[in-house]
Nanobody, 124 residues
Framework: QVQLVESGGGLVQAGGSLRLSCAAS????????VGWFRQAPGKEREFIAA????????VYADSVKGRLTISRDNSKNTVYLQMNSLKPEDTAVYYC?????????????????WGQGTQVTVSS
């Protein structure tokens, strides 16, 4: 079992940047793929980005490609989401999740450990 804790959310103006962190406990974290999802009020949870356990492979949703960068530091048991050029429509609760599976990482059902989420609010 892996416990995940997100941090780094907050209030930012449109065009600004934030870096989210997902800190994990548990010795198996470095062997897990990790994804970021977000959920805005009244909307379904949406895939944002995922990174392989080695960090050598990443995938992004088209809506954020070019603005967000996912990375990881397995020595610190942490995955990061750098968010630039933020827009009001990026406002949501952001969740990280861990997956033991190697495919279909855009699908939330592939993840079996979730953090509690961190709020990101982008003002216009």
């Amino acid at each position: 079992q892996v416990q995940l804790v997100e941090s780094g959310g907050g209030l930012v103006q449109a065009g600004g940047s934030l870096r989210l962190s997902c800190a994990a406990s548990g010795r198996t974290f470095s062997w897990l793929n990790v994804g970021w999802f977000r959920q805005a009020p009244g909307k379904e949870r949406e895939f944002i980005a995922a990174i392989s356990w080695t960090g050598g492979s990443t995938v992004y949703a088209d809506s954020v490609k070019g603005r967000l960068t996912i990375s990881r530091d397995n020595s610190k048991n942490t995955v990061y989401l750098q968010m630039n050029s933020l827009k009001p429509e990026d406002t949501a609760v952001y969740y990280c999740a861990a997956s033991p599976y190697g495919n279909n990482l855009r699908t939330s059902e592939k993840y079996d450990n979730w953090g509690q989420g961190t709020q990101v609010t982008v003002s216009s």
